[in-house]
């Protein structure tokens, strides 16, 4: 089976859901979190903290450098994600579209066939 990340993207400046839509997406996320694990398809899922908590690590002619925050500037970030197996594209967009009923746009990327080696 092949993996896919499905990333869950939060835009900049976009209003802020309320206290109960908050609590409706985390029921939503838990009941697909569910579905997916009894489904097989599971294999990692996670929030993240906001972009100003990045630290970016580069390397140049063997010396690291660190800087805070994201090298970008964007309006649109990652907030979370999931990485689950599916036969194909189009069963990893179907959890996708559950996933996005529930929080939001997410994007859908399969792994490159030599890091599932």
């Known amino acids: 089976?092949?993996?896919?990340?499905?990333?869950v993207h939060f835009v900049e400046g976009a209003p802020a859901p309320s206290d109960e839509e908050m609590q409706t997406m985390f029921r939503e996320t838990e009941r697909i979190n569910?579905?997916?694990?009894a489904a097989g398809?599971?294999?990692f899922a996670g929030g993240l903290t906001s972009p100003?908590?990045?630290t970016v690590v580069r390397t140049e002619n063997g010396t690291a450098t660190m800087s805070d925050g994201p090298?970008?500037?964007?309006?649109?970030?990652i907030?979370?994600?999931?990485?689950?197996k599916c036969d194909d594209l189009d069963q990893a967009l179907a959890w996708a579209e559950k996933c996005a009923a529930a929080c939001g746009p997410i994007e859908v990327r399969p792994f490159d066939d030599l890091s599932q080696a």
Request: hydrophobic share 55%.
């Open 71 to 77: 090298f970008a500037e964007a309006k649109e970030h």
């Open 34 to 37: 569910d579905e997916l694990q």
């Open 41 to 43: 398809a599971w294999v």
């Open 79 to 84: 907030a979370g994600f999931w990485i689950i």
């Open 1 to 7: 089976m092949k993996q896919y990340l499905l990333s």
């Open 52 to 54: 100003e908590s990045a």
